[in-house]
């Protein structure tokens, strides 16, 4: 089993930044991918962005150019920075785990305000 903790939530006025932290423990694997989804109120999930162990990265069209996801593998923690916040970012987020199996976290709610 893996456990994801969130950290970093909140509330911020449009054009503000956050970051979020996860932080992985349990039975973690050094070759993994970590990363976020969201969901936003009366939406699916969404993957925003993902990261490999090895660095690779993809983000959702939505946040490209506004969102950096980055990792520290020696703390097991996936970060995400979010800079020019929109309302429509509004959600909570998720951090995903992957290794065979796919684990997310209780998630952390972030508002955008306009």
């Known amino acids: 089993q893996v456990q994801l903790v969130e950290s970093g939530g909140g509330l911020v006025q449009a054009g503000g930044s956050l970051r979020l932290s996860c932080a992985a423990s349990?039975?973690?694997?050094?070759?993994?991918?970590m990363g976020w989804d969201r969901q936003a109120p009366g939406k699916q999930r969404e993957l925003v962005a993902r990261?490999?162990?090895?660095?690779?990265?993809n983000y959702a069209d939505s946040v490209k150019g506004r969102f950096t996801i980055s990792r520290d593998n020696a703390k097991n923690t996936v970060y995400l920075q979010m800079n020019s916040l929109k309302p429509e970012d509004t959600a909570v987020y998720y951090c995903?785990?992957?290794?065979?199996?796919?684990?997310w976290g209780q998630g952390t709610q972030v508002t955008v305000s306009s």
């Open positions: 995903y785990y992957y290794w065979l199996n796919d684990y």
């Open positions: 990261m490999a162990s090895h660095g690779s990265t």
């Open positions: 349990g039975n973690i694997f050094s070759i993994n991918t």
